[in-house]
């Protein structure tokens, strides 16, 4: 069972489009932050997001935390190919010590 | 700044065979996670590690594998006898973390095979 869900799984867009992908969950988290992996690499930290309804945003994309701290949203304009990879999300439990976990991620394409 | 450091960077065993797979986390952090990445489950968390000491391991598939943290600048996660489906890679993170904003440092990963 996953405790967090992402969608799309995968998505194949045109350079120069905009594109939301989301991040879902059942449970509160105290944290949620979004990597980014591409291929043979480790994931990269892009933001950390820790209060509810927060919008941050880093040039080109938009991220936001759902009010009651269970969901957020990755919004990216005017995509680049160099924005092609997999975006995770990844959530801290509100446990004694954070336990981070990560959705399945979203592949992400972008043609020129 | 050296990153956060695991070896080997592949490997390739035969069904049966004991893996031993090594993470140097960066200097200073206080927590190190053990994540396996694979197409079917994405990455899982294995087990994490504050101060050197096993926080939560319920991630761990089963008794086969097992990890130490002797000391704040090594970690090991081993398999043994390692079976064709533990095929995967396998990540290694450090953090400072202190609270719930802490961010995951990943080595390159150790990509492992087993025949």
């Known amino acids: 069972t996953q405790l967090l869900e992402q969608s799309p799984q995968f998505l194949s867009i045109q350079e120069g489009e905009n594109l939301t992908v989301y991040c879902n969950s059942s449970s509160v988290f105290s944290s949620l932050q979004w990597y980014r992996q591409e291929p043979g690499e480790g994931p990269v930290l892009l933001v950390t997001v820790v209060t509810g309804g927060e919008v941050k945003k880093l040039k080109r994309l938009t991220f936001q935390f759902g009010d009651a701290r269970k969901d957020s949203s990755l919004h990216i304009t005017a995509a680049q190919t160099g924005d092609t990879g997999l975006y995770l999300c990844a959530g801290a439990l509100k446990t004694s010590y954070d336990k981070v976990i990560f959705g399945p991620g979203t592949s992400l394409s972008v043609i020129p | 700044d050296a990153g956060v450091i695991q070896s080997p960077r592949h490997e390739v065993t035969e069904m049966g065979q004991e893996v031993t797979l090594r993470c140097k986390p960066i200097?200073?952090?206080?927590?190190l996670f053990w994540y396996r990445q694979t197409m079917m489950r994405g990455l899982e968390l294995l087990i994490y590690f504050n101060n050197n000491v096993p926080i939560d391991d319920s991630g761990m598939p089963e008794d086969r594998f097992s990890a130490k943290m002797p000391n704040a600048s090594f970690s090991t996660l081993k398999i043994q006898p390692s079976e064709p489906r533990d095929s995967a890679v396998y990540f290694c993170?450090?953090?400072?973390?202190?609270?719930?904003?802490?961010?995951?440092?990943f080595g390159e990963g150790s990509r492992l095979t087993v025949l």
């Open positions: 993170a450090s953090s400072s973390l202190t609270g719930a904003n802490g961010e995951l440092f």
């Open positions: 200097s200073g952090h206080n927590s």
